[in-house]
């Protein structure tokens, strides 16, 4: 029986950005529509915030020294794995959320007002609908080998013309 952790899109998911780790893709394919909460992570300014099991979140920085000892003064952390340079991975519940927020600085949900939703809808924009085609993603899987990736591409148009 795999242990339970915090699913950080049900907790998290309507204020800030909830993304998975590299480590997704390997594990469920490029296609994944899997709900892992295991490899859910919260990108922040200065590192990611991830589940560490039961109630308990990580937050991890690298390369920001200030923001890492601002971290491990904190009383409600603590330390899991300390680096060099301002590598730090601190542990902490999850009713302390908002104070390590407050220095990691999680990335948030882009909002949209009622009025603005209302102008999109009158554009024809829909409710969950795609706006734009990722070309490349498209050509792989139309052609499973990858063959032929540059047949599908768009035509780009040439800066000057002869």
């Known amino acids: 029986m795999t242990p339970s952790c915090i699913n950080l899109e049900e907790r998290f998911g309507r204020q800030y950005r909830v993304t998975y780790e590299e480590s997704y893709w390997v594990e469920h394919g490029p296609d994944a529509r899997v709900c892992d909460p295991w490899l859910m992570i919260l990108p922040c300014r200065h590192g990611h915030i991830y589940p560490y099991g039961g109630d308990t979140l990580a937050a991890s920085v690298d390369g920001f020294p200030k923001v ?10 603590r330390v899991a794995q300390d680096g060099d340079f301002g590598e730090l991975t601190v542990t902490f519940d ?64 040439p800066l000057f013309e002869r």
């Open 94 to 157: 999850v009713a302390d959320f908002s104070t390590v927020a407050t220095i990691m600085r999680p990335r948030r949900r882009r909002q949209v007002s009622a009025q603005e939703r209302e102008r999109l809808r009158e554009m024809g924009f829909k409710k969950g609908a795609q706006t734009h085609v990722d070309v490349e993603h498209t050509a792989r899987r139309r052609d499973p080998e990858g063959q032929d990736d540059h047949l599908h591409l768009p035509r780009q148009k």
């Open 68 to 77: 890492a000892g601002r971290l491990r003064k904190l009383a409600c952390v």
